[in-house]
């Protein structure tokens, strides 16, 4: 089953065709299997990584900041408890909608002022909201939180978009790897944010949290100025093209994979705190380092995933690796009735799911930028800042989709089912995504429907390789017998 999906995430070879007479004579399964060793890093591309992953660490801790105190102030300022939820979840709302126009319009306006002028906004939106506790309870109070609460999402969604995108551009031969680390920034910006603000909320009130990490946020966007430059080939001629992207069936299966391991991660930040509460009796600390277990295991393994991504060119192994085994983590997590022979009272089972259910999740999460990328190159879409920009856009969507959905309906669902049930459904979701991806794996190289390159005359011939390395003639007299 490996060797199924090693065609898939390919670079030049994608799917296994090869597009020139030099590599026709190579060894199929070995330009497969892996990539030729990058080139080293630039001073200028180390400058780069630092400044996005600067900026990464500074908006994650940002946006993180808030969860240990502001739902006490929301409630003294008369919000339902399902309000205070719309406020934290309407961030990850506004992303999902704005971040394909973003990738659309990142061509227009260039990169690095989407990024700096996003990172500026999110910024700003940050010191506005450290101000809203002035406001009268009830509806003001709400309705400007939300209106902040927008607003931020908007700088935030086109940082963040035109930042994977300038990655892309810059780390052609990295990408991946590249990625797995701004996830690491990204994991122990969120593991930072609620400890740093909880301390700066019971030493300075709720003024203090906002202001400090808002400063240190416009602080990043200055010091980002000097150190992104607006390099040669970052703006495009061309602007990509949202329906060409739309029409590859790949890209609606991989950004919905993206969208479902999301969910999970999302699905426990409601749910397994009354949880473990509730069935272990755990104190808070004890909970909080649960999830601080849980933010670290995701965190420190993403560059690795990022890293396979890149040498072994394995995306869709890598995913649904992932996704089976995050299932599987989700179905103990509960534990799952569906099993009554495990046991409900050890809580070192939680410790031990918890753990490699998040390192299981990154695995599924970071092959999918490097592979809605391949997808669209290997479609003939131009590759530049303009596919790159719809590209980041699509995949940073589908991933606030699922940074939505998962507490909402993982607060729903254990509400009306209980959290051993609601596990069991996030772990049948993972499983079930992981089977359709197999199947739609057939379907796109058996069946030939979904991966055959675009007609070109000045190809005379193209050679295939099948999941299994025997080679398939792929002339255009042949090419109705392989349909």
Known sequence: MADLYKEIGNDSDYGSINDNSSAQTEDPQASATSSPSPSPMTRHQYIVFCGIALAYFADLTSFSLIAPFYPIEAKEKDLSPVMIG????????????????????????????????????????????????ELEPGTQ?????????????????????????????????????????????????????????????SVGGYKLPFMVLGA????????????????????????????????????????????????????????????????????PVFISLVYILSGSAYAIATPLWGYLSDKKRITRTLIVFGLTGGGVCFLFLGPTPLFPQVPTDQVWTVIVTVGLGSLL?????????????????????????STQGIVSGVFNSFFSLGAFVGPTVGGVLQQHYGFPWASTMVGFMFII???????????EYQCGKGRRRPPNNDLTRQVSVNYFGSEIDDTEENRGLLS
């Open 216 to 283: 240190a946020d416009t602080l990043v966007v200055i010091i980002n100025i000097f150190l992104i430059r607006s390099s040669e080939g970052m703006e495009s001629k061309t602007k990509g093209s949202m329906l060409a992207v739309a029409k590859i069936p790949a890209v609606w299966v991989i950004a919905l994979t993206c969208g479902v391991a999301s969910t999970g991660m999302g699905f426990l930040d409601p749910t397994m705190s009354p949880h473990l509460k509730d069935q272990y009796k755990l104190s």
């Open 433 to 443: 995504m992981a089977i359709l991806i197999v199947l739609f794996g057939f379907w």
């Open 361 to 385: 999740l990154g695995c599924a999460i970071v092959p999918t930028f490097i592979d809605l990328l391949n997808t669209a190159k290997w479609y003939g879409l131009p590759d530049d800042i």
């Open 86 to 133: 719309f406020v934290f979840s309407v961030f990850s709302l506004v992303q999902f909608l704005s971040s394909p126009i973003f990738g659309k319009l990142l061509p227009y306006v260039g990169a690095k002022f989407m990024f700096l002028a996003g990172s500026w906004v999110a910024a700003g939106s940050n010191l506005i909201f450290g101000v809203l506790d």
């Open 141 to 201: 109070f709400l309705v400007f939180c939300l209106v902040t609460r927008c607003v931020g999402a908007l700088g935030a969604s086109a940082s963040v978009t035109a930042a994977t995108a300038i990655i892309a551009h810059t780390f052609p031969d990295r990408t991946g790897q590249m990625m797995g680390l701004l996830e690491l920034f990204c994991g122990v910006g969120l593991m930072v944010g609620p400890a740093l603000g909880g301390l700066l909320y």
